[in-house]
């Protein structure tokens, strides 16, 4: 025991403990700087798709109304955003969010 809490103490182990936690930080902080770029800095095609892929889930729904908030005229948001709301079984709001996305391009969305 004693010879196994020396070891823990010595230089060698500061050295490989230091090394594994770099390996595992740096990796790990770029991928969570990717994600912060791509959540917030894309184009609005490309965030339009990244927030549409969980549909039906809150934060969909929470990310696509930010970005619905920035750009009025775009009916394609306020179209996917429906998705999720009548995935989730909540019709009434899902139905608003159609007509909204209607009366923006009416002719885009003559099937609904």
């Known amino acids: 025991m004693e010879k196994l809490m020396i070891f823990f103490n010595s230089k060698i182990f ?16 770029i991928v969570i700087i990717l994600l912060f770029y791509f959540y917030f800095f894309s ?33 394609k948001i306020v179209w996917e955003s429906s998705v999720a709301f009548n995935k989730r079984g909540e019709h009434e709001e899902g139905m608003k969010r159609l007509n909204i996305a209607t009366s923006l391009a009416p002719i885009e969305k003559l099937g609904y």
Do not use: E
Request: glycine share 4%; net charge negative; proline share 4%.
């Open 43 to 75: 184009t609005t095609d490309q965030r339009l798709n990244l927030y549409s892929d969980p549909q039906g889930s809150y934060f969909s729904i929470f990310m696509l109304d930010h970005l619905f908030k920035n750009n009025l005229d775009d009916y």
């Open 14 to 29: 500061k050295y490989i403990s230091g090394t594994v936690k770099l390996i595992v930080s740096i990796p790990l902080f």
